[in-house]
Every structure is written in structure tokens, then in C-alpha cells.
């Protein structure tokens, strides 16, 4: 049986008529259907409208992208003193585990009740590099008030690395509706990675502040997205990671605040994760044909992925993003839906 047939979709409805759409290939996330400040249903999440185009995508279009997230410097990182090399598939670096990733497996899908699915995918030792046997596991719950909670797990027979996130992208006026840019974003990072050009960062931790990389106060993505500033050249548009303030391992924290005056729709977005990278969409130009039947242009979402930092294996001074038989992996990402 091919990929293709073996693509299934599941739908979570909650109590007051919203719903999610998920697939198992990727672990993604198909749609998210909430109201607006009016009570109208519409899809707030980019998606495509062949099931079979979530594979092999260059967007990662609202799936788990694996066993890394992000980059990894020229594909290299050592454990024990064993060098590893990875598939060089963005320039120079690793991106988002290798050609392939967890992002274009087809996981198993379990529905565990009726507000919650896991999905499972097995990682063999040496799949794209990456030493030890990986079990992953992600588990959407889609609540009565509107928020999709993701557990991201993992677990290995041997010292290795991972780095899990959602990879999906927004648009709170709805999914066809253009540019997000107008969209308000709020971070609780002040500080970011700065990056060379090849968006690897450089291992410094830089304040935000007097930069347009300053999302403490909330303020349109459009807004600065076109600086004369090194990191906003590089990407076309943002395209990098945060520190978020007060991170401490296991902890709940809020990251993000993305809000639409047009629709009223607001997403507040928490975790336990150290970082988060937000992508502006940059080159969504040319991607395949949208859920709702058109094409999706440069900045038509944006991605607001919770993680670890990229090239952490390389970054002593970065949390670890180390998975070891006695040392697991465990991270909560919390989507949460309402209006203003």
C-alpha cells in the first residue's frame, strides 16, 4: 500500500460546534474551524486541498516536523564524543530532520476518546542520521473552550537527540482570506537568536529591545517585516526564534499572543518548551493548491512553533535537546481560540 493510500483524516467536534481536522500523515493539523467576534465559523489554519499534497511538502504545512525541528549547523552534533552526520537538505544545514522527517511519515492513529487522538511514529536507529531507536508520540485534546492542546513525547533505547513542534500556520481571518501581516502579534521573549545568513544562530542571546525583532509590546507583523536589519533580509521576512522570559523546564508558560482586529479572533499560545520560532510565511509562494481552492501567497500565515532552539546539540549554552533510556522527552503546547 502506498503513502497516499494510507492517508487518514479525523475530525474532533466540541460542545459549542468548533472543530479540528487532523491527519496522520505528519501528526498535522488539517483545519481549525472557530468562530469569529460574530459567532461565523472559519478555518484558521493554511491547509491544502488533496490530502496526498501534505506529502513532501516545502512549507511542513501544519504538521510535526522531525526528529529535529529547525536547523542543525552543516548536519553535524556529537553525543559521547561520537560524531553524527545528517542529510545536508537546506544549504549547508539540516532542516526540520532530513529530506524526508517525521513531517512526511505516515504515524499511527489512535482515538483515545472523543476529544482526544494520539499519533505514533517509530524512528529507527540511524533513519536520516540520527543514532538510536525513537518512539514518538503526539496527542492533540480539543477542549469546550476552544483550545487544542499537544502533548509532544518521546523516547529512545540509546543517547540521541529530538526537538518536536507544530509546524502550522495562521490566519484569523480565515485560511483564504490573504495577508496576515496585519495581524498583532505580542511575544514574552526579551531576547532572540541572531543568526548568520544561512539562519543558523550564532550562539548569542541578543535583547530585543530597540530592534525590530521587539515583540514585547504587541504590534502588526507588517509593521517592521520589510527593516533594513540583517536577521529580516536573510528570511525575506521573520524567520527566527525567541528565548521565552522565565522558561524553567516543565513549566507552563505563556509564549504568544497573535490577534485579528478584523475578526476578533485571538490565539494565545502556551507551552512548556524553552523557545519559539515564528515564521512569517516568507515563501508560501508557489505551494500547492489551498484547502479552499486558490493559491497561497508569501505571508498569507504565520507559523508560531513552540520548541527547543535550533542547533542546540551544537550550543552548550542552549537548553538540551538530549533524549536518553533514562532521560525522556515530554512537551505541552496549548493552542487557545477566543474573541475580542
Not at 515563501?283 to 542546540?312: F, K, N, T
Amino acid at each position: 500500500m502506498s503513502r497516499i493510500d494510507k492517508i487518514k483524516y479525523i475530525t474532533l467536534k466540541n460542545a459549542v460546534g468548533a472543530y479540528v481536522v487532523l491527519s496522520n500523515v505528519g501528526a498535522g493539523i488539517v483545519s481549525i474551524n472557530v468562530p469569529d467576534r460574530d459567532g461565523n465559523l472559519a478555518d484558521v489554519t493554511l491547509g491544502y486541498k488533496n490530502p496526498a499534497d501534505y506529502l513532501d511538502d516545502g512549507p511542513c504545512m501544519g504538521k510535526i516536523p522531525g526528529r529535529y525541528a529547525n536547523r542543525i549547523a552543516r548536519g553535524c552534533f556529537s553525543i559521547d564524543g561520537i560524531e553524527y552526520q545528517l542529510a545536508l537538505n537546506n544549504g549547508p544545514n539540516a532542516l526540520h530532520g532530513g529530506p524526508t522527517g517525521f513531517a512526511n511519515r505516515i504515524w499511527d492513529m489512535e482515538q483515545i476518546s472523543d476529544d482526544t487522538v494520539r499519533f505514533t511514529y517509530t524512528s529507527a536507529d540511524g533513519e536520516e542520521g540520527y543514532p538510536a531507536r525513537l518512539v514518538a508520540t503526539a496527542t492533540y485534546r480539543w477542549t469546550d473552550n476552544n483550545s487544542l492542546e499537544l502533548t509532544l513525547e518521546a523516547s529512545a533505547d540509546a543517547p540521541s537527540i529530538v526537538n518536536l513542534t507544530n509546524h502550522a500556520y495562521f490566519n484569523l481571518n480565515g485560511e483564504d482570506s490573504g495577508s496576515a501581516l496585519a495581524h498583532t502579534l505580542w511575544l514574552n521573549a526579551s531576547r532572540w537568536l541572531p543568526t548568520d545568513n544561512t539562519l543558523v544562530p550564532t550562539g548569542e542571546m541578543a535583547p530585543v529591545e530597540g530592534t525590530p525583532m521587539d515583540f514585547t509590546v504587541a504590534k502588526e507583523l507588517g509593521a517592521d517585516i520589510h527593516a533594513d536589519f540583517p536577521a529580516l533580509r536573510y528570511g525575506k521576512g521573520y524567520d527566527n526564534c525567541w528565548i521565552i522570559d522565565g522558561y524553567e523546564p516543565g513549566v507552563v508558560s505563556e509564549a504568544a499572543v497573535l490577534a485579528s482586529a478584523k475578526s476578533g479572533r485571538v490565539l494565545r499560545v502556551y507551552t512548556t518548551q524553552p523557545a519559539v520560532q515564528v515564521y512569517t510565511g516568507n515563501w508560501l509562494e508557489g505551494s500547492r493548491e489551498s484547502i479552499s481552492g486558490h493559491r497561497y501567497h508569501d505571508y498569507d500565515g504565520v507559523a508560531i512553533e513552540c520548541q527547543g532552539c535550533p542547533d542546540a546539540p551544537n550550543r552548550p549554552e542552549f537548553p538540551s535537546q538530549t533524549v536518553a533510556p533514562d532521560k525522556p522527552y515530554r512537551q505541552l503546547i496549548i493552542f487557545e481560540f477566543s474573541t475580542i
